[in-house]
């Protein structure tokens, strides 16, 4: 057992630590080990609580070998079937899943995903209290008749996409409804999504908050010059940055275009104005186009000094997310939908604003004027003046700090108590 494991066990009254089954697709890997940062960092620091194993499943399907590194369930075939991640013990399980299923099929990928978690039923037994499903559709699904075959209380977690999309399809909406409603607790990132989660079917006094945190040893108030010159971006002008998946439905383009409208209408006071992009993704070829193309019409090396230009730096471990945060001026983030982004988080942890869309869980997080700005989705004229209204503004780094986010140590001890309650009742007594 770790050293640090069951501290705080015993206002719970347990003579030893709790017992945690997480399941999730939604988790890193040896191939895509910068993915989910926000689940790795708050399982990381669960486990100096509890002991905790995570069947972290891997999408599969006859075949997928074949197709090498050309899809991703082809390239995941690479995953070994047990591993270790700072120092979590995680089991892959192969789930198997229709692909394309889209809306109407959606439904049989539940089924499907409990089959591929079947054979490590027998092992499970008699070594856990309490099982988590994280991520609302296929994982809590599963997770909640895993649990039943295993005896045990469970609780799911949402993220935001699961909640504010994929739960509201006609098709899967009824088994999410019941695997809230059996659930001990439903828990949500932010309390637009708590609520979002007792509209789905769970029970208002068992639907609960338990925010995201931020590692405050890389998050934090920092020099920008220097992280500049670190990273090597330009020194001369402003940065915009965005973090996070290069996708079309994170507002990529309404980005690209409004970071070309500042450009057009003459940057920030005559200074250049840079977009960072950070992250990986199926936009991620449109926006090195753009990158090559500003370049091009830029002309000579001297011109390319004044004009602002746009860099796509591809994902990065998070140490290096910290340092682009420290480097830019602002974030920007104009996701169609989201829960509660943890790089909002961690933006406001490094006292920089952000320049988000009014969606999911970040006017929970971001206020107006204060702390950031916000806008309609979709809208790329909206977008840029929030931009250029934020480049142009002075922040108050009190603002900032009054808007500190929780470390992930205290999101995780939150966390360990609600499935502490989960497993035993209150006070330690045995769950009915």
């Not at 669960?46 to 899809?71: D, F, K, M, N, Q």
């Not at 002309?299 to 830019?328: D, F, K, N």
Request: hydrophobic content about 45%; overall charge positive; charged content about 25%.
């Amino acid at each position: 057992m770790k050293s640090g494991v069951g501290a705080g066990m015993e206002e719970e009254g347990l003579s030893r630590p709790l017992r945690v089954l997480w399941v999730t697709r939604i988790f890193p890997n040896r191939v895509e080990p910068l993915s989910c940062a926000f689940q790795r960092q708050q399982l990381a620091a669960l486990s100096r609580r509890c002991e905790v194993e995570v069947l972290a499943a891997i999408p599969y399907h006859p075949g997928a070998s074949l197709l090498g590194g050309r899809t991703r369930p082809g390239r995941l075939t690479a995953v070994p079937e047990r591993d270790e991640i700072d120092g979590v013990p995680v089991v892959h399980p192969r789930a198997p899943y229709l692909p394309g299923a889209g809306r109407v099929l959606a439904p049989v990928n539940a089924p499907l995903y409990l089959a591929g978690l079947l054979p490590y039923v027998p092992r499970l037994r008699g070594r856990f209290d309490v099982v988590l499903g994280a991520w609302l559709y296929p994982d809590a699904c599963a997770a909640a008749l895993l649990a039943r075959m295993l005896g045990l209380p469970y609780a799911v977690k949402a993220h935001g996409t699961d909640v504010n999309v994929v739960a509201r399809w006609r098709s899967v909406r009824p088994l999410v409804g019941g695997a809230l409603r059996s659930a001990a607790y439903a828990i949500g990132v932010s309390r637009p999504m708590v609520e979002a989660l007792a509209a789905l079917g769970a029970p208002r006094d068992r639907a609960v908050l338990v925010r995201n945190g931020v590692d405050r040893a890389l998050f934090r108030p920092a020099d920008r010059r220097a992280a500049r010159r670190e990273l090597g971006l330009p020194e001369r002008g402003r940065i915009v940055t965005f973090v996070g998946n290069v996708l079309r439905e994170k507002g990529i383009h309404e980005l690209l275009r409004a970071f070309e409208a500042i450009d057009r209408d003459g940057g920030d006071g005559g200074e250049p104005v840079h977009l960072v992009v950070v992250g990986d993704g199926p936009e991620r070829a449109a926006v090195e186009q753009a990158a090559l193309r500003r370049d091009r019409e830029g002309g000579s090396a001297e011109l390319r000094g004044e004009r602002g230009r746009i860099l796509a730096v591809g994902a990065r471990p998070l140490a290096q997310v910290a340092r682009h945060l420290a480097a830019t001026d602002l974030l920007a983030l104009p996701s169609w939908a989201e829960g509660t982004p943890n790089v909002v988080l961690e933006a406001l942890a490094a006292a920089r604003p952000v320049v988000a869309t009014r969606v999911g869980g970040v006017p929970d997080v971001v206020t107006p004027g204060r702390t950031g700005l916000l806008v309609p989705p979709r809208d790329a004229g909206a977008l840029g003046r929030a931009l250029r209204d934020a480049l142009a503004r002075t922040w108050d780094d009190g603002a900032f700090a009054e808007a500190a986010p929780p470390s992930w140590e205290e999101s995780a001890e939150a966390l360990r108590r609600l499935l502490a309650r989960a497993a035993f009742g209150e006070g330690g007594r045995a769950a009915a």
